[in-house]
């Protein structure tokens, strides 16, 4: 015996797209945990870069260099370090955009609003990241620095 149960369309419909809501929040929670965790490990590698550093900068800064430029040679660092990381992850997100296609419905595989979006936030979080570490590498004491040689 077939069991009917009369339900409101909008009821049907969300039970029909609770499996895709449930995906579509992992693969967030996902992004989420790996823009997080790129983050920290800018900020881990650019800290341990300046800790690294620190004497050469104090050199720098005892011959005549000034903060905002000590910053800066961080800042680069950072950049190139982002930028390395970039490049293969676009290639990267445009192969599987092309794999994942005949999934998807209604949206290209590489929507270049969506692409620059992310390219955004996480240049946003990169620059983020790097701050501390600048501005440590700013406040160095070329005096100090001297005083340990």
Do not use: C, H
Not at 19 to 41: D, K, M, N
Not at 129 to 142: E, F, G, K, N, W
């Amino acid at each position: 015996m077939v069991e009917m149960s009369l339900k409101p369309m909008e009821k049907n419909i969300s039970q029909s797209l609770d499996q895709r809501r449930l995906a579509l929040r992992l693969v967030a929670g996902f992004g989420t945990v790996a823009l997080v965790l790129s983050a920290i490990g800018i900020y881990g590698v650019l800290a341990y870069s300046v800790a690294l550093r620190r004497r050469e900068i104090g050199i720098r800064m005892a011959l005549g260099s000034s903060g905002r430029r000590a910053a800066g040679l961080v800042m680069r660092q950072a950049g190139g370090m982002v930028l390395l990381g970039l490049v293969p992850g676009i290639v990267g997100a445009w192969g599987a955009g092309r794999a994942v296609q005949s999934f998807l419905f209604g949206v290209r595989p590489l929507d270049a609003e969506t692409s620059l979006t992310a390219i955004a936030v996480l240049l946003m979080i990169s620059g983020t990241a790097t701050l501390l570490p600048a501005m440590r590498a700013a406040q160095v004491d070329p005096a100090e620095t001297l005083r340990a040689e």
